[in-house]
């Protein structure tokens, strides 16, 4: 069994910062690519940010120069520090990682539990 532990997030006013923590533990043979994505009331979940084995990061346009997605590999952490939030960040945020149990096995796709940011204007 794999978990993704979230923490971090809450309630921040505009232009603030914040820091999420994911962590994945369990049977984990090795943690490939590792993700943050979002959902807003009545949105679609999106993709904020991912970042890969070897540390080559992509993210969204719209928090591109604002969130810095990280990871620590010896702990199977990835972090997502946001700064300037901004109203519109405002959103459920879910880690994601593509884990491979075994070796040779197929990797699969595991999620965190969520956590609310709020930004007030």
């Known amino acids: ?23 994945a533990s369990g049977s984990i043979f090795g943690v490939n690519s590792m993700a943050w994505y979002r959902q807003a009331p009545g949105r679609q979940r999106e993709l904020v940010a991912s970042i890969t084995g070897g540390g080559y990061t992509n993210y969204a346009d719209s928090v591109k120069d604002r969130f810095t997605i990280s990871r620590d590999n010896t702990k199977n952490t990835v972090y997502l520090q946001m700064n300037s939030l901004k109203p519109e960040d405002t959103a459920v945020y879910y880690c994601n990682a593509v884990i491979r149990t075994k070796p040779f096995s197929t990797p699969g796709n595991y999620w965190g539990q969520g956590t609310q940011v709020t930004v007030s204007s």
């Open 1 to 23: 069994q794999v978990q993704l532990v979230q923490s971090g997030g809450g309630l921040v006013q505009a232009g603030g910062s914040l820091r999420l923590s994911c962590a």
